[in-house]
Structure formats: C-alpha cells, structure tokens
T-cell receptor
C-alpha cells in the first residue's frame, strides 16, 4: 500500500531534550516536506527536500533540522525543543516538485513541557 | 510573500450545496489546491486548478480565476461525512522550487 508513515504518532517531552520524528514514504517520491499545524495558523512549511541531499527552508525553519540521506526517509530533528514547538506535525511527499498531489502522513502530535 | 484568505467556518444542511471561497495574493502563482481534513487526521487531496475555469470531480468542483486571485470549492449533495476542514493551498515558484502555502482552512459543519 502506497503510504507515508510517521513515528511517533504522539510524543510528550521536556524542554531541551533532543528528539527526532521519522518520516518514510514507499512511493519513490522525490519531493518531501514537513509542516506544522497550529490553531488559527493553518499548515506552515518547515523544511522541504527536492531529492537526496537537497533540502531547503520553508516558512518556519527556526529550531528544526532535517536530513535526506535516502530517498524514502526525511527525519525532522528538534535539537533543543521548546514549548512553542508544541504542535501537530505532518510529513508529506509528492512524485516531483511539479506533481499536483502531496500525500500526507498521519501526523505527530508533539507536546513540549 | 503569499496571503490566502478563507472563511473560518460555514454550516450547511445535508443534501444542500455549499461554496467555500478562497482568495489569494501571491507572486509566481503556479497552481491552487484544495484539501479536505477531518479532525485529527491528515489532509487529503481533493482538487487542483492551474488554468482558469471549473474542474469537476463527482460531487466536488473547484473553480479558479487567476486574474481575480480567486477560487471556490463547490460541494453538492452534502453528506454528514463532508463535515471537515477544507484547506486552500497555493503553489508558488520561488527560486525554481516548489513551495505550497496553505490558508487557515474553512471548517464545514453539515447538519441533518
């Protein structure tokens, strides 16, 4: 089944404790992206990747890092999480940068205390 | 930069027709998407417009006017399961790469 998976789905952590949210797609998509969704602000893009070893900042990259060492995986790293990073995070992928459809993962609800 | 406006909330009755509007201001416009998102779930793709006009897909249709920076999503024969948020998203081409900017979404409540 074609899908985007994220882990963990739910995470409660404390300020300053490094964490990684994994994202994997099995559709051989080139383009992958991370969004955060907050009430009243909608989905905002954090980082995106055009292909292996090609990443760029989205609209809200501060406090986040990403890597794209393999085509299928695009982990999101929070080196020192803070409470303002409490949010719902979605990973998405699409075949190429000009593909119409982005496929979203199920989301990761992160709480930073 | 980009600016996308949608109504925050709409209500409608089962079996009715509802139109959800989206206006946008962006440089480098390269297409407009509509996504559906049920509470607590991932957004799912509904439609895509890059040229002016109407795209129809079953009960859902989407319209685009690039000169007016305006789109709408039309939902016909509403069903209870259509209660969800509807996200308008604009693709803009910056430095040759794809960027997708989302509006804050319109929450649609369908009542019996």
């Amino acid at each position: 089944e074609a899908q985007v998976t994220q882990n963990p789905r739910y995470l409660i952590t404390v300020t300053g404790k490094k964490l990684t949210v994994t994202c994997s797609q099995n559709m051989n998509h080139e383009y992958m992206s991370w969004y955060r969704q907050d009430p009243g602000l909608g989905l905002r893009q954090i980082y995106y990747s055009m292909n292996v070893e090609v990443t760029d900042k989205g609209d809200v990259p501060e406090g986040y890092k990403v890597s794209r060492k393999e085509k299928r995986n695009f982990p999101l790293i929070l080196e020192s999480p803070s409470p303002n990073q409490t949010s719902l995070y979605f990973c998405a992928s699409s075949l190429s940068r000009r593909t119409d459809t982005q496929y979203f993962g199920p989301g990761t609800r992160l709480t930073v205390l | 930069g980009q600016n996308i406006d949608q109504p925050t909330e709409m209500t409608a009755t089962e079996g009715a027709i509802v139109q959800i509007n989206c206006t946008y201001q962006t440089s480098g416009f390269n297409g407009l998407f509509w996504y559906q998102q049920h509470a607590g779930e991932a957004p799912t793709f509904l439609s895509y417009n890059v040229l002016d006009g109407l795209e129809e897909k079953g009960r859902f249709s989407s319209f685009l006017s690039r000169s007016k920076g305006y789109s709408y999503l039309l939902l016909k024969e509403l069903q209870m399961k259509d209660s969800a948020s509807y996200l308008c998203a604009v693709r803009a081409v910056n430095t040759g790469f794809q960027k997708l900017v989302f509006g804050t979404g319109t929450r649609l409540l369908v009542s019996p």
